[in-house]
């Protein structure tokens, strides 16, 4: 690597052998390297496809800043930068981690060259056909099923740009590059457990069945699609790993496949316009003031041109509703204030392996100012740094002795942990006279410490005021706790990188960066300013959060402190 490249590093190198070790512990049997028997080798090398019969369409548009960035070899990843002025492909480089490798490898990037006019073309098809020269036959690293499936679908996306341009021999090297990796998904992808390769699998053989093979097998190819859209959609729309951005992902593949069959003039399944609408109905609940999305459990802030794209695809406007019972969320709006209540329990297996522990968690944002998140996420950063974030003190709930309220445990099948629980996890709504409430609790610490964890939250009619309390309440049903020794507990506000707090005697002050003025304020005598991180943009940003520490009683009723505490976010008017 060039001395420019090492001095663009934006953090320390690890070792190769720390590395592969937080490859393994981290991405588990998905990141294993993919093996090729003598009888796979001869499935997927079945000579060049026909060619194209019809070529996609790209429902979101791509990313021209990343494009100008990438002319200018600039290849950044998460925390990861590498600068390669002289034209050289990224993965004739040491790459400085598996993680940034594998981002490498599926190809996320192409589209954003093709914005690049002329220049940003020829570059984006001199570096598949690198990649085809280096990888193109078999790779262990870069043919694990779902890397290979990305790459296909996002070389796929690239249409007649990357496919139809070029001397015959290297048009034809694509083709038959691409039908390799096509061959080599479809072989693996039901004996798959990850459920968004089992997805992308299931989305890439209806594409190429009418991409490429002229409609052959794609009646099995339709009906794998619907027994995957039944086990990944909740009937109210959300996706059941109970991430938004997942959702919106997905709802963008279903809509270019809508695309595929009215052009091909096809008749269209009719589960596919229906999961369409109800996959959107969810998408708008969650969009915020900002036109991105809420970044719950493993999403992240989805830039507001990709949520516009898939609605604007909806064949009908979207159902408005407060209570998405079956994905577990609640939401409360009030003259532009938002609130995103996370009143559901953990996934079930095998959508849990990236599930955050977040119950009673929830967002607050004031028009397209964010103030009230996560420590969020993003597929871009590290994944350790995805890892140390599922806990349930990166979200803005309460967490006691540390420990949190959904339990992890190893899935056999992934080698992944997830999350199970907490058991009881439910919200009571009432709206009157233009206000609301919510009445949620869950019994995460039940088993252990005998307390259920309330949250009741309150929203004024003019979206000016929210208040919550937080309590810790011992059930008449688990009798009287022979210890009286107090349980440490803490209750986190953390803030998005775009609001300052600052101190003011018996409150917080909150200055977004878009305008809004909050003010918190809270019945516990010593709320504190600490620092957290945020990954909700693709990389990790310092932020704050507000803590309130206390000790709780083991015998309370939940009434009165030190097991009730009291807050409130105020709106500032307007000078």
């Known amino acids: 690597m060039s001395e420019s490249s090492r001095n663009d590093q934006a953090k320390p190198r690890r070792s190769a052998e720390a590395d592969a070790e937080l490859w393994a512990r981290y991405t588990g049997k998905t990141g294993e390297d993919a093996k090729a028997s003598p009888v796979h080798r001869l499935k997927i090398a079945s000579g060049i496809a026909d ?33 390669l002025p002289d034209g050289t492909a990224p993965w004739a480089q040491t790459m400085p981690s598996r993680h940034y490798a594998d981002r490498l490898h599926r190809f996320d990037w192409l589209a954003d060259l093709f914005t690049q006019g002329d220049v940003g073309a020829d570059r984006a098809r001199f570096l598949v056909d690198d990649w085809i020269d280096n990888f193109g036959r078999f790779d262990g690293f870069s043919w694990r099923t779902g890397c290979a499936a990305d790459r ?21 090297a694509r083709l038959d590059a691409l039908g390799r990796q096509v061959r080599h998904v479809l072989a693996l992808v039901d004996s798959e457990v990850e459920p968004s390769v089992r997805w992308r699998g299931s989305i890439l053989g209806v594409a190429t069945s009418i991409c490429l093979g002229r409609g052959k097998g794609l009646d099995q190819a339709l009906m794998r699609l619907e027994s995957e859209c039944t086990a990944q959609f ?16 997905c709802l963008a593949d279903l809509i270019a496949l809508h695309d595929l069959l009215v052009r091909s003039e096809r008749d269209e399944p009719e589960f596919l316009p229906r999961w369409i609408q109800r996959v959107g109905g969810m998408v ?10 809420p970044p719950f459990n493993d999403g992240d802030e989805r830039w507001p041109e990709a949520v516009d794209a898939v609605l604007a695809h909806l064949s009908q406007a979207p159902r408005k509703f407060s209570v998405a019972p079956k994905s577990g969320f609640h939401k409360l709006e009030k003259s532009g204030t938002l609130l995103l209540l996370d009143a559901g329990a953990a996934p079930e297996l095998p959508f849990g392996d990236h599930a955050h522990a977040g119950a009673l968690g929830f967002e607050l944002h004031d028009g397209p100012a964010r103030l009230v998140t996560s420590c969020g996420c993003s597929p871009e950063v590290d994944i350790d740094f995805q890892a140390a974030v599922r806990r349930t003190g990166a979200h803005s709930t309460l967490i006691l002795d540390n420990t949190d309220s959904a339990r992890f445990t190893s899935n056999d099948e992934t080698g992944l942990l997830y999350p199970e629980g907490p058991e ?58 022979e210890s009286d ?17 600052h101190l003011a ?23 504190r300013l600490e620092q957290t991180i945020y990954l909700g ?39």
């Open 51 to 83: 060619g194209f019969g019809l070529h996609m369409r790209q429902i979101v548009q791509p990313d021209e800043l990343r494009g100008q960035m990438l002319i200018k070899g600039v290849w950044r990843i998460g925390m990861d930068r590498v600068s």
């Open 152 to 172: 296909v679908w996002n070389w796929l996306n690239c249409g007649a740009a990357l496919f139809e341009v070029g001397e015959e021999a290297v048009r034809n």
């Open 234 to 249: 909740f009937p109210d729309g959300g996706h059941v790993s109970r991430s938004p951005a997942r959702a919106v992902r």
């Open 284 to 293: 708008a609940f969650f969009r915020s003031g900002d036109g991105a999305l």
């Open 424 to 481: 009881g996890i439910s919200a009571k709504r009432l709206e009157e006279d233009n206000e609301i409430w919510l009445d949620a609790q869950h019994g995460g610490y039940k088993a252990t410490y005998g307390l259920l964890h309330r949250r009741r939250l309150f929203m004024s009619g003019d979206g000016a005021r929210l208040t919550g309390e937080d309590s810790l309440a011992r059930p008449v049903s688990a009798g009287v706790s």
């Open 485 to 501: 020794e107090q349980i440490a507990f803490a209750i986190r506000f953390h803030l998005h990188p775009t609001v300052t707090p």
């Open 505 to 527: 005697g018996d409150s917080i002050l909150l200055v977004s960066d878009y305008g809004p003025r909050w003010r918190f304020k809270s019945s516990h005598a010593e709320a």
């Open 537 to 575: 943009r693709g990389i990790a940003e310092r932020s704050e959060q507000i803590v309130l520490n206390g000790r709780a009683h083991p015998n309370s009723d939940g009434s009165k402190p030190p097991n009730c505490v009291r807050w409130a976010f105020l709106k500032e008017q307007a000078k």
